[in-house]
């Protein structure tokens, strides 16, 4: 490949420097045929005969400055200001050389033929570098004006993105697309152009703009704003219809790489109005380089980007631990091929096999265990609480005894928001998990357990989202239980480094919580993607409500206790405290909910809310809870 490309480097410029001969050939010739009126029989046989002496020695002496100001590397589709800049530089240089020639030939031509032959062949290679780019842009600009009415583009900012990005798509081959219109909040900007594209108002003139402008796509162009104003200005984009798009970053500024091959669609992530959380990555890479790591339910949402964030830093070994096997197999080879050198493990086990968990912590000798294996989907555990009992509870402690006894260092348990005054299968039997670990802290001498809470993680597999885009690309409806949901929100992403920073910052049988900003109703985000899909809520798409679900909290929680609170070094983590039951205490739970796990198999266990209200207090129907929560909001006036 990179033969190919020298090769047809190597022929352009021989094609360009073959143009240059012939433009200065053609120049000084037409100056001394302008020179004698235009009239080729006026001109004197002894000015002839200088033109043929020294037009080749010329021609080669202005080859040599040419390659030696760099004329001929410059990619033709992309000559400018630069450009023309290195031909300036050129003819300066060229200017002695040719006084020189002049004197050692001892040529006696007229003065103006020198002058103008000057002028006449830097404005031949000007032109002829020019030209290409000339061509395509007018071809690009008829191209573009016939399909001006597909793609109508609006960009939001006028900065140094916007400039970038608006030029790239001026000048790209890529994208049939004209720029209309910039918009941008700084009042001094307003009626000036960037790039030839006027500055026509502020974010509050979006909606009229567009409409103006027969604007059908909008791309955000604000790397460096914040997470409430980029929330503010999306939210009056979404309200155009117009397809969203958005920069990734800052770093593409730094590296020079806004380019509309970069472009991605507004993602949700980008209306929670809250930053991206930060983690120490100097800590995260310290505390896990150079030791072995194994990750339960490694090939699941959460787990699977554990396993990403653990590779990039450069364990002694990494386990991924998973009963499916098509999910440890996916990710086992993505990692393969990212991380080459990377010292992996891929295991199929359960947690609730004593045997195995036993075995692979024995063999293996993890250092970190992350735990990440879990049921997480509410409906189908109130279904199936004998399994949510078996694989969250047991197999936690399973995992947790085995690890205490094979010296692991630290022992991270996932959690979740639902654990908060638990009111299904589920969150009450992830309180358990956080309830077993907290006592294993306490009984463990060797052995560091922590647990992690956060809430819904955008993206993961049995979350909203990929439900409302698979419901949208069907043609609706949409469905959601209920108008008032609202729910916590954080990106896959975000819960990973958290989880890998809590292991970093764990001492003794910590509970860490992540500010995850304001909640979000579930009702707006089907309308945000409704919108973000160039479609009209209740109008393309109907938005549906189906009814809670059974064990369906209306508003979830993330503290059990606001007031105690612990701050930690990252201003977005916090550690609550709670009282750890005594091993006495959880060893009799254990047994009794494997028990009663045996007999709901049988079909002749007890009723499973009645089981779990007695080992976990603030278990809560959810009824009497959403009642409770709904005249709270009430009361405060919160709609």
Not at 192 to 200: A, K, M, N, Q, S
Not at 384 to 407: C, D, F, H, R
Not at 517 to 527: F, H, Q, S
Request: aromatic residues 8%; glycine residues 6%; contains cysteine.
């Amino acid at each position: 490949m990179k033969t190919v490309t020298n090769k047809m480097q190597k022929q352009r410029m021989m094609i360009i420097g073959v143009l240059d001969v012939l433009s200065i050939l053609c120049s000084y010739f037409f100056a001394l045929f302008l020179r004698f009126d235009m009239r080729f029989s006026n001109i004197d046989v002894i000015f002839l005969e200088g033109y043929q002496k020294s037009i080749l020695i010329w021609c080669a002496a202005s080859l040599v400055v040419f390659f030696i100001c760099r004329l001929y590397h410059s990619i033709w589709s992309q000559v400018s200001l630069a450009e023309l800049q290195m031909i300036c530089k050129a003819y300066l240089v060229l200017l002695p050389v040719y006084f020189a020639i002049n004197m050692l030939l001892n040529l006696h031509m007229p003065r103006s033929y020198y002058v103008m032959g000057y002028i006449i062949s830097f404005c031949a290679t000007t032109a002829i570098r020019f030209s290409y780019r000339m061509i395509r842009l007018i071809a690009h600009n008829f191209n573009r004006s016939a399909g001006a009415q597909e793609n109508r583009i609006m960009v939001i900012g006028a900065g140094a993105a916007g400039q970038m990005l608006i030029k790239e798509l001026e000048n790209s081959d890529k994208l049939i697309s004209q720029v209309c219109c910039v918009i941008d909040d700084n009042p001094n900007k307003l009626g000036r152009f960037i790039e030839g594209v006027e500055i026509v108002g502020n974010r509050y003139d979006i909606k009229e703009m567009a409409v103006k402008y027969k604007i059908n796509r909008i791309i955000f162009a604000i790397p460096t704003i914040d997470g409430e104003e980029r929330k503010a200005i999306l939210n009056i984009c979404k309200m155009t219809n117009c397809k969203l798009q958005t920069i990734p970053g800052m770093y593409q500024l730094v590296n020079d790489e806004v380019s509309i091959t970069r472009l991605r669609d507004v993602d949700l992530s980008d209306l929670l109005g809250r930053q991206q959380v930060q983690v120490n990555n100097d800590e995260i890479l310290a505390d896990i380089a150079g030791k072995t790591v194994l990750v339960t339910g490694g090939g699941g949402s959460i787990g699977s980007e554990l396993c990403r964030q653990i590779a990039r830093s450069q364990p002694k070994q990494l386990i991924i631990f998973d009963i499916y096997e098509n999910n440890a197999y996916n990710i086992e080879q993505e990692l393969k091929r990212n991380h080459p050198e990377l010292n992996l493990q891929a295991l199929i086990g359960s947690v609730r096999n004593t045997n195995r968990i036993n075995y692979v912590m024995s063999h293996y000798k993890p250092d970190i265990v992350f735990h990440a294996a879990a049921h997480k989907h509410v409906p189908l555990m109130e279904n199936s609480p004998n399994e949510a009992i078996k694989n969250n509870v047991l197999g936690t402690y399973k995992t947790a005894q085995a690890a205490a006894e094979n010296g692991v260092k630290k022992f991270v348990l996932i959690s979740t928001d639902k654990a908060v005054n638990p009111t299904n299968i589920m969150g009450a039997s992830k309180r358990l998990c956080e309830m077993v670990v907290q006592m294993m802290d306490r009984q463990s001498e060797n052995t560091s357990f922590v647990a992690v809470r956060f809430g819904n993680v955008l993206g993961s597999n049995g979350s909203v989202i990929p439900l409302f885009k698979q419901q949208i690309a069907e043609g609706g409806p949409v469905t959601v239980t209920d108008k008032r949901i609202i729910r916590y929100f954080m990106t896959i992403q975000e819960a990973s480094q958290l989880v890998i920073q809590a292991g970093a910052m764990a001492r003794r049988g910590e509970l860490f919580v992540l500010n995850m900003g304001k909640p979000v109703k579930i009702y707006d985000l089907a309308e945000n993607m409704i919108r973000l899909s160039g479609l009209e809520p209740g109008k393309d798409i109907q938005i549906k409500e189906t009814g809670l679900r059974p064990g369906e909290k209306m508003y979830e929680e993330l503290l059990i206790r606001s007031e105690v609170l612990d701050k930690t070094e990252n201003e977005m983590i916090f550690i609550e405290r709670d009282t750890p039951l005594a091993r006495r205490d959880v060893d009799n739970m254990v047994q009794q909910l494997r028990a009663e796990a045996a007999a709901w198999d049988r079909g002749n266990g007890r009723e499973a809310r009645q089981v779990l209200k007695t080992v976990v207090p603030s278990f809560r129907d959810p009824e009497e809870l959403n009642r409770m929560a709904e005249s709270a909001r009430q009361l405060q006036g919160v709609t």
